[in-house]
């Protein structure tokens, strides 16, 4: 097994790249419906659809284009984005729609002021 790297990686939000970014996290779910009934000895599950999410993490700097778009999109409540990207290396990417769900500055006694924000996806998330 391979050991995969981060470090020709990027994160597009629409056509713009976010500077000091620290990591990016994907997460797909697949939500589930019981279908056991009574008496039955083990669960019996259904796919009822599939949904995912990105959060990212990054050194904040107020002159970031990206950044400061972010903070703007979510005091403006304008939150819906029609592209975000995680790129893991300079070509394959996941991506898709999503709404930005959160945006939190993060200062601290000792630290690099930090930006995080979570993005939730609006339907189907790409691979290419």
Do not use: R
């Amino acid at each position: 097994m391979a050991i995969k790297k981060y470090t020709a990686g990027k994160f597009m939000v629409e056509s713009g790249t976010i500077g000091e970014l620290i990591d990016v996290t994907l997460t797909i779910n697949i939500e589930t419906g019981d279908t056991s009934t009574i008496g039955t000895a083990w669960a019996k599950a259904v796919e009822l659809g599939k949904s995912w999410s990105m959060a990212i993490s990054c050194n904040y700097n107020p002159d970031d284009t990206v950044q400061a778009a972010l903070i703007t999109a979510y005091t403006t409540g304008d939150t819906a984005f029609t592209s975000v990207a995680m790129y893991e290396d300079a070509s394959t990417a996941h991506s898709g729609s999503a709404l930005l769900t959160s945006a939190v500055v993060t200062k601290s006694v000792g630290s690099v002021d930090k930006l995080s924000a979570t993005f939730v996806g609006n339907g189907a998330l790409g691979h290419a």
